[in-house]
């Protein structure tokens, strides 16, 4: 079995295959000041609650776009579940080719969402992240990550908004009924989901007419499924992009 780890700003997914099966997933909140036997117990008690034994894990593979957590989930990896992990970078081994300026900036969550974007859909094709930040990227019909943009996340639009304006406050995520908002929580809604429905779509005609033909737009980030409802451009909502790419990568590194 393989445990797959993607750390992020916000939140860290695991997720546990069995070959090509996903047999269980879970959610943490991204912490800097928790310490590698913190996430160890915690994980180790997650992995277990699924019904998977610590020892049937046989491969690790992480992505982590924090520097302060990625020696911490090293250590997680081989004192928890006795193994090295397969640390995703630029200098990993690729389906895709990193077409850009400076490759060795690209994120590990860029390159896995590349990755199993072009595995699974082909191209032309279009990732969206819907996370911290919403992140666009953009792969070739020939397999070559070309770069993309990053836009603000809802998330953090929301808090800054919150924080700054006296009279508005934190308000659940959701589509409202009408883009017309009635009420103080309504109007931001309209905003936010709206707004970043409107953002996907500026961008995707941008970015479409650069690469050419007509690529797939696959979402994917905990707030994707509330976006997608409100725009005709997002083809795909596949929530395990990034666990599933972990998985491909580690098969591809061990061929």
């Given at each position: 079995m393989l445990l797959a780890l993607?750390?992020?700003?916000?939140?860290?997914?695991?997720?546990?295959?069995?070959?090509?099966?996903?047999v269980a997933h879970h959610r943490l909140a991204s912490d800097r000041a928790r310490t590698a036997d913190e996430y160890g117990l915690m994980l180790s008690g997650l992995v277990a609650e699924s019904g998977v034994e610590r020892g049937a894990?046989?491969?690790?593979?992480?992505?982590?776009?924090?520097?302060?957590?990625r020696g911490v989930f090293v250590e997680v990896a081989r004192r928890y579940f006795r193994l090295d992990p397969l640390v995703i970078s630029p200098e990993s081994r690729l389906g895709v080719e990193l077409a850009v300026d400076h490759p060795r900036e690209v994120g590990a969550d860029r390159i896995v969402n590349a990755h199993a974007t072009w595995a699974t859909y082909g191209g032309p094709s279009i990732a969206i992240a819907f996370g911290t930040a919403t992140v666009f990227d953009c792969i070739t019909d020939d397999g070559r990550y070309v770069g993309g943009a990053i836009a603000p996340g809802m998330v953090t639009s929301l808090e800054s908004l919150a924080h700054r304006a006296a009279q508005l406050f934190q308000i659940e995520l959701?589509?409202?009924?009408?883009?017309?908002?009635?009420?103080?929580?309504?109007?931001?809604?309209?905003?936010?989901?709206?707004?970043f429905a409107g953002l996907v779509e500026g961008l995707v005609a941008r970015l479409s007419a650069e690469l050419g033909g007509r690529p797939r737009v696959v979402a994917t980030g905990g707030l994707a499924e509330v976006v997608a409802p409100a725009t005709k451009v997002i083809d795909v909502v596949d929530p395990h992009l990034t666990l599933r790419g972990l998985r491909l990568l580690h098969e591809l590194a061990r061929a």
């Open positions: 993607d750390v992020s700003n916000t939140t860290i997914k695991s997720g546990v295959f069995d070959g090509d099966r996903l894990i046989a491969g690790v593979s992480l992505s982590c776009v924090v520097p302060q957590l959701v589509a409202p009924p009408r883009a017309i908002g009635t009420s103080t929580v309504t109007t931001m809604q309209s905003g936010l989901v709206y707004g």
